[in-house]
Each structure stands twice: as C-alpha cells, then as structure tokens.
C-alpha cells in the first residue's frame, strides 16, 4: 500500500512522555516511554542512540519511517518488509542527515520535546513533513532520541513553484521541425502568470499552442530568426521585441532565450519604464534651453549636441562631428580636467562660434556611460546671460516683488547713506513710517488679490506726492517707509500723504477707503544710526496708531521713556513670576436664593515691590503681547484648580482663559492634565472667555471650545451684552452660564433701560437652560433688583472683594460651622 500523507499527532507521544518523567527528573527514561507498547506510533518512529551530545547510530526504526528514509515518499511501500536493522546516522542522504541531526542535537540541548521540518526531493517533486524528536535516559549510557514522523505530509512539484514565483515572464517551448530538419515553429509547452499577462492570454490558453498563433510579432524574421539562432548554435541570446499590450499601447520587453537540445526557455522583462526614461532623457537633453554636447572623455570628440549649442556655436551637426572639444578654443588648453560624478563648474574659458566671434563660458561636466564608453556631459553657461541673471537676483535682494519698491535692507543702506552725508555736509533727513490702517478689512473681505491691487496703488499715490531723490520703500506687509533728504516741514508732507491716502480707490470695480498713521523721526535729532532711526520712527507710529490713526506723530524722549518704563515693566513681570511672586486671590459668589456660597473666581494679582499691587488692566495686556500669558496661565489654572480640590464638593473655582491662550492649540490638553493631577472634577471648574476669543478665528476656536466641553468643564461667557454678537454666540456655542456686564448692574437703580436690559438677559438665560451670574454688585439696591429679576448667582465688593487664599479657607470655615447646627435640628 503507498505511503499516507499524514503522520501521527504529536499529542499523545508528548503526553506520554511527559507523564513518564519522575519527580526530580527533567526528562524520563528509555523504558519507561518506549518500552511497553507504542501502539501505531510504533510505524512512524525510530530510535536513535547518540554519542556526545550528537546523533550516531539509528537503533531500531518503524516501516513507516523506514520509508521516508530510503525510498521516495511518494512511491507505493509494502508492509512485508521487515524493520532495518541499526544503521550509521553518517550513511543517511544528506537531505535526511541534516535535519535528523538537527532535531536530536535540539532536544538533547534544551531537555524537552523538539520539532523540525524535513524536506525531500525526488524527481522534482518536494515532500514535506517533521520529525518530532523526544529525548531519553538510559542507565550509564549516553542519552537516546525517539523519533517520530508527526504532522501533514505535504507534496508540491517544484518546478512549478520556481516557475511561478517571478513576476517576470516564462515560456518553455519544444521546437517543431518540418520534414527536412528546418525548425519550421516552437510549441508552448509551459507558461507562468507572468507570460500570460504580459500575452494578454491564460495559461491555458497559451499550454500546447504553436508561436506563430500566439503571437505574430514573436513570429516575425527577426525575433524568430533569433530563436532559431538559439537552437542551432546551442547557446544564449538577448534580444528586445514590442508587443500590443492589452490596453492598446506596445510593451517594450527583453527577451533571454537559451536551449537544452531542442528544448527552449524564454524569460520576458518589461523594459517599457527604462525606454521611457531614456526618452525622457533625451527629451531633455534635445530640448533644452542649454547648450549641451556629450563628449568621449579620451578623445574629446563629440559624440551628441543639443539644438540650442548648434544655435549658439553656430556649427552644423557634422561640423562638430569632426571636431574635439579644443576646437572651440582660441587657445588649445589640452584635455579636459577629471571631474567627479557631480555637476560642478570648470574655469571660465574663451570659446570660438563659427562666425569667429568670441564668448566667456563657464562649463558644468559630468561623467556617466555612454553606449558603453565613458563620456563626459557638459552643460554651457554665456556669460552675459549669467551676468543678466546675477542682476535679476541682487535687484530681488533688494526690491520689493509686488510693488517694485526698495526693500527693508536697501532702505538700511540708503539711510547709511544719508546719515554719513549728514556728517559731512550737515544736511538734516526726515524718517517717515507708513501704516495703512482698514488693510487687513480689504484682505478678509475683498481677498489677497485685492489687496495687493492696493498695495500697487498706494505706492503710486505715495509716489505722486514727492519729489526726485525721495526715497519710498516697503517695508513689509502694509508698512512703508519714506526718506527725505530736502528742506521740508514734516506735518506739512504728513498731512500731504494722509489727504493723499483718504481718498477713495478704485478696486475690483469696487469703492475702497482706508487710512494711513505716519510716525517721523529726524536726523540726526532722533538719532544718528540706522537702527535707532528706524526704532524711534516705528515708536513714534505707535504713538499715532494710539491717537485714532490718520495722523502723524513725530517722535518725542517721553515716547522712548514710555518704551522704557514699559520694557522695565516687562523684565519685573517676567522675574516675578520666575521667583513665584504672583499672586491668587479669590472673589466669592453666592447663590441669589440661599446667600450661601457657590463658589470662588480666582483673579490674577502682582504685588510689585516698588509700585505696590499693578492693576491687571496694564500687566494681562503684557503678558499676552510677549507670550507669557500661556506660563502664567498654565500656573493660574493649576493653582486654582489644586486649592479647589480641598474645597467641599459644593464649590466651584472659576478661571479666565485669555483669547491668546486659545492660540495654542493644545489649550484643551493642558486643562485635562492639570485636572487629572490636582485631582479636582472636571464638573467643579468653570472657564470663563470673553466673546474676543469667537471673533477671532471663529472656526478654530469654537472647536477648542467644544474640546474643553467634552472634559467635563463648565464654560461662562464673560462681560455679557457689551460686545457685537452677544446673542449670536449663544447660537454657536452651548454656553453653562452667562455672566452679566457690571457696566449694566452699575446703573440698575438710576437707568431704567439698564435695568431692562438686565431682566432680558436673566429671561434669556432661563429660556435657554442657561445660568445667569451678576458681577459689580456694590450696594443693597443693587442686589434687591436682581433678585427680582430672577438673577441665578452675584458676584461683587458687597458680598466679598477679591481675597487671599487664607482668608478663603477661613471663609469656607465659618460658612460650614454656621450650617453645622442647622442640620442638627433637622
């Protein structure tokens, strides 16, 4: 009966051995594992004794293993043949050795069961199984391996894997001579899934089929002579062929044929991306604006030019045929020098055209292969054009792209300029900054298109309304500046520009106004160098954009000591809160119904060592222009947050989020992380915003927003009904409370509109779902209306001023021993 094509499971025989091993022993012995009955296991093991850790000699072995061993697995087996005596492991194929060896050494290593996988091959066709080796004691000898056959048997034809793991395509075909020996067509005996496609035909279609029917382009004098030539000269050749591809365009393919008598192989390369990119290339070279010419690196005879160096050189094709690269020279300067791989340039040198005219070039070689010699590829520069082009590219250094103006760095040198003629002659000079004010308006509602129409038409009318030697140059974005070296009265030419720039322009058919603020700085009083003269005009613009816009300023000492105050105001900041020096103090706010506490607003305070307490009015400003309003944020929420924790569960902690904090797009991140390390419910902090934070980046913002809902905060809108879109806001975002204005609580008891507008507000909150808070509250009166009013929450200096955090615990204290015998009654 043949050979099955399984083994036995691996199951039983690893639980037998294991259940044999007595306590202490790491693996069991010969007889209590073999000895007794293995029942069929007994067909597919073998024993095999070893010697120093290696397999020796096989002992006994099974029918079934005996098979595997000496015959082809495949091939029928007859059980009559008796069990091999013990044999030598070194007089095993080398097929079986090696993985015999393998899995007994592994399992004397390791002291436990180990696998491996066995192949043979026999007449091309790859058998598969593993051998399951168990290792064994026995009494003072060396250790033995019980062997067994386990697992699927697996058969596979191993031509047929080889020929069909390349994408590349593979034919064998037989040759089909006619009666007189000529090869007359080659029969295809076998084709892989790469020669069908690239065929556009199935395996089967292509099995059995003669070549000329397949394909009549293999066919032609040419390709099949080739095969031919293969056949009768026993050897190889290369050649390339086009064949229609399924989508209509040729494949361009490589063909290797070699032969075994009358037996031939074909292996087929698509090629078509090497062919399109060597016509890319010569695309390229062909077409491009600079003269080019390939050149043997030996000879220096050309051996390709380019159109535009036949135009240049004015030779003809043939001309330079004939000639070598030191026939363009006036001078012969012998061979070329050796470059490296890359482009690089070579010394200029003189070159003579054929009128005999002489040009200045430089030359950019490479050396690559070509057609199997090696060449060098030069690329030509005329040194006119290089000098045009250097041209091109000092005036963008220096020029403005839109409007052609002088640049921020040509205005520097200019006023260098200026300044040395000053200190020569003792000739004054006027500095005149530019800033139009309502340019971002155009740019958001018209576009960039539009505005840099304006740009373009505000430097005409600039231009208009000065003279020859003015200087105007932009300085960037919608700022301009202006050097005047003439006897003139600054607020005459300011006003001049200002009138200049009020009139309406002419944009995309549409009616545009917008301002101009100017600040002035004179030489040499405001300064004698460049940078302090750009400095103190941009100070003094600053003072006029503060004024209204429109107007000019011209620049003062108390403007630098305000600079300077404002600067030195800037360091302390910083220092104080390096050194921890600023300061937490908490506002309480009551619930209208009970007067008992809801919570705390934590307020930002500086206590300054020289001016005392700096009112958050000038120093938040700061900290948001300089970038240190997100530090001292982080440190403000994590502060608050961290002291609300210790709070009752009743009390909230409010927090303001400045508009610049939402710049920073991980805002969300940090909220969630300092709660997570204080401690403290997301539900327990309330972040209040002002609506600046909705009218700038609407879009972003909102989702920032949203991000903090999804924690769990609360969030407030701060200084209700003072802004433009107030009640739009309430639309776009689902807001937990709205604190009113203190400008509208204020006037409550003499302005019975602001009363009104309170009651509205209190009536749109309670439609909405939406808390109401009343901040500024001072006096009785006050209080009185708004509890009328249905107010949910006050806030103000009648029930509390702003507190340090001391006396806040106190607070809480008291609050609770007041509630402690109020519950004992109850």
Same mark, same amino acid.
């Given at each position: ?682 539900? @327990? ?8 934070? !909705?009218? +700038? $980046?609407? #879009? /972003?913002?909102? &989702?920032?927003?949203? *991000? ?92 509390? @001023? ?8 106190? !607070?809480? +204290? $008291?609050? #609770? /021993?007041?509630? &402690?015998?109020?519950? *004992?009654?109850?």
């Amino acid at each position: 009966m043949p050979i099955e094509n399984t083994g036995v499971s691996s199951t039983p025989l690893i639980e037998r051995w294991q259940a044999a091993r007595r306590p202490g022993e790491d693996i069991p012995s010969y007889e209590a594992v073999v000895l007794g009955n293995l029942g069929r296991h007994a067909d597919y093991a073998a024993l095999v004794a070893t010697r120093e850790g290696k397999p020796d000699e096989v002992l006994w072995s099974g029918a079934r293993f005996l098979a595997w061993l000496h015959r082809d697995p495949g091939a029928p087996y007859r059980d009559e043949s008796p069990a091999m005596p013990r044999f030598a492991v070194a007089g095993l194929s080398e097929d079986i050795r090696q993985p015999l060896c393998e899995v007994v050494e592994r399992a004397l290593t390791l002291r436990e069961p180990a696998r491996t996988r066995c192949d043979r091959v026999h007449d091309g066709i790859v058998t598969s199984i593993e051998f399951l080796g168990l290792p064994l004691t026995r009494q003072a000898d060396s250790p033995l391996v019980l062997l067994s056959l386990v697992g699927t048997q697996s058969r596979y034809d191993l031509v047929k894997a080889m020929f069909g793991a390349t994408d590349q395509g593979m034919l064998a075909l037989s040759t089909i001579r006619s009666g007189d020996g000529w090869v007359s067509d080659f029969k295809i005996m076998a084709a892989n899934e790469g020669a069908a496609r690239l065929l556009g035909r199935s395996i089967a279609d292509l099995q059995w089929q003669r070549l000329t029917r397949v394909s009549a382009r293999l066919s032609q004098d040419d390709a099949f002579g080739r095969l031919i030539g293969v056949i009768a000269s026993e050897g190889r050749d290369v050649f390339e062929v086009s064949l229609p591809g399924a989508d209509g365009r040729d494949l361009h393919l490589k063909i290797e044929a070699g032969c075994i008598g009358d037996l031939l192989a074909l292996t087929f390369v698509d090629v078509g991306d090497l062919k399109a990119r060597e016509a890319s290339a010569r695309l390229l070279f062909e077409n491009n604006p600079l003269p080019m010419w390939l050149t043997d690196r030996h000879t220096h005879r050309f051996l390709a030019v380019n159109d535009a160096a036949l135009a240049h050189y004015g030779h003809s094709l043939e001309r330079f045929y004939s000639m070598t690269l030191t026939d363009l020279e006036p001078v012969a300067t012998g061979a070329s020098p050796v470059v490296d791989e890359l482009y690089g340039p070579d010394a200029p040198r003189t070159h003579l055209r054929a009128d005999g005219s002489r040009i200045e070039v430089t030359l950019y070689d490479r050396i690559l292969d070509f057609h199997g010699r090696s060449a060098m590829l030069t690329a030509v520069i005329d040194v006119t054009e290089r000098r045009r082009a250097e041209a091109r590219i000092a005036h963008m250094a220096h020029y403005d792209a839109l409007t052609d103006l002088p640049n921020r760095v040509l205005f520097r040198a200019r006023l260098g300029e200026a300044i040395a003629r000053q200190e020569r002659t003792g000739t004054g000079a006027l500095v005149l900054f530019l800033d139009l004010d309502h340019f971002k308006t155009v740019n958001d509602t018209l576009g960039h298109s539009a505005g840099d129409e304006l740009l373009c038409g505000v430097t005409k009318r600039l231009a208009a309304c000065l003279e020859r030697g003015d200087l105007i140059a932009r300085m960037g974005g919608d700022e301009f500046a202006i050097l005047v070296q003439r006897a003139v009265s600054a607020r005459s030419l300011s006003a001049h520009l200002i009138e200049a720039m009020s009139r309406p322009f002419a944009i995309q058919g549409q009616e545009v106004r917008v301002g101009v603020s100017i600040g002035v700085a004179r030489l040499p009083e405001d300064g004698t160098d460049p940078d302090r003269l750009l400095r103190n005009a941009d100070l003094a613009l600053y003072g006029a954009k503060g004024a209204g816009r429109n107007t000019h300023h011209c620049f003062t000492l108390a403007m630098e000591a305000e600079v300077q105050a404002r600067r030195a105001l800037e360091q302390d900041l910083r220092a104080a809160f390096a050194a921890g020096d600023l300061e937490l103090h908490y506002q309480p706010v009551l619930l209208v119904g009970s007067g008992r506490l809801a919570g705390f607003e934590a307020l930002l305070r500086w206590r300054h060592p020289e001016r005392g307490f700096i009112s958050p009015a000038e120093f938040v400003p700061m900290a948001e222009e300089t970038g240190l309003i997100d530090p001292i944020g982080e440190w403000v929420l994590r502060t608050a947050c961290a002291e609300a924790a210790s709070w009752p569960r009743s009390l909230r902690v409010a927090v303001n989020l400045s508009p610049v904090q939402f710049r920073n797009r991980t805002l969300a991140e940090t909220v969630g992380r300092v709660l997570a390390e204080t401690g403290l419910a997301p539900d @327990r902090l309330e972040l209040e915003i002002t609506e600046t934070v !909705l009218l +700038a $980046e609407n #879009a /972003a913002n909102l &989702a920032a927003l949203h *991000r903090l809902r999804s924690l769990g905060t609360r969030i407030a809108m701060d200084d209700f009904g003072t802004g433009y879109s107030s009640l739009g806001y309430l639309r776009s975002f689902p807001f937990d409370r709205i604190k009113i204005d203190r400008s509208f609580v204020s006037e409550m008891e003499t302005e019975t509109q602001a009363a009104a507008i309170v009651r509205a507000i209190v009536d749109l909150g309670a439609s909405l779902g939406i808390l109401t808070t009343a901040e500024g509250i001072e006096t009785e009166g006050q209080f009185q209306h708004l509890r009328a009013a249905g107010c949910d929450e006050v806030q103000g200096f009648l029930f509390g @001023r702003p507190m340090p955090v001391e006396r806040v615990r106190r !607070l809480i +204290a $008291e609050e #609770a /021993a007041e509630a &402690a015998p109020a519950r *004992r009654a109850v």
